[in-house]
């Protein structure tokens, strides 16, 4: 089971306490605030997607980055938009279908659903 624990101890910062560790959710400036911090939950999703892709065809893994930005409805009432920029850092031999499949099946891709549209690049990739 997954879980989270959130304490307020008087001011604007929630301090975050999951299973394996600890951080700070603040929308004042103390720490990453919450729209921040799914953007990075989904990035770091994918780096276990991609990493699991690594292991199951041997691939080496050398290193590679993904940026995620999201964009606000008009209202502001929620996100409507998220990009995601994977830049693979030039490794040859990827097959891109297969690298849009494993982000596909991330957990916290499928949990976001498709009320959020998810343009993806990938970059760096030789084919």
């Known amino acids: 089971m997954f879980s989270a624990r ?3 101890r008087g001011d604007s910062r929630a301090f975050a306490t999951t299973r394996h560790g600890e951080f700070v959710i603040d929308t004042e400036g103390g720490g990453s605030n919450p729209i921040d911090t799914l953007l990075a939950s989904l990035a770091g999703c994918i780096n276990h997607q991609l990493c699991d892709y690594f292991r199951a065809d ?21 996100l409507s938009e998220i ?13 891109i279908d297969k690298v849009l499949a494993y982000v596909e099946a991330c957990k916290i891709r499928q949990t976001l659903g498709d009320r959020i549209k ?3 690049s990938v970059i760096g990739w030789e084919g």
């Open 6 to 8: 959130i304490e307020n």
């Open 58 to 78: 041997k691939i080496e893994n050398k290193g590679f980055g993904i940026k995620a930005e999201g964009q606000l409805m008009e209202d502001g009432s929620r």
């Open 83 to 95: 990009s995601l920029e994977i830049d693979l850092r030039a490794l040859s031999n990827w097959q």
């Open 118 to 120: 998810l343009d993806v």
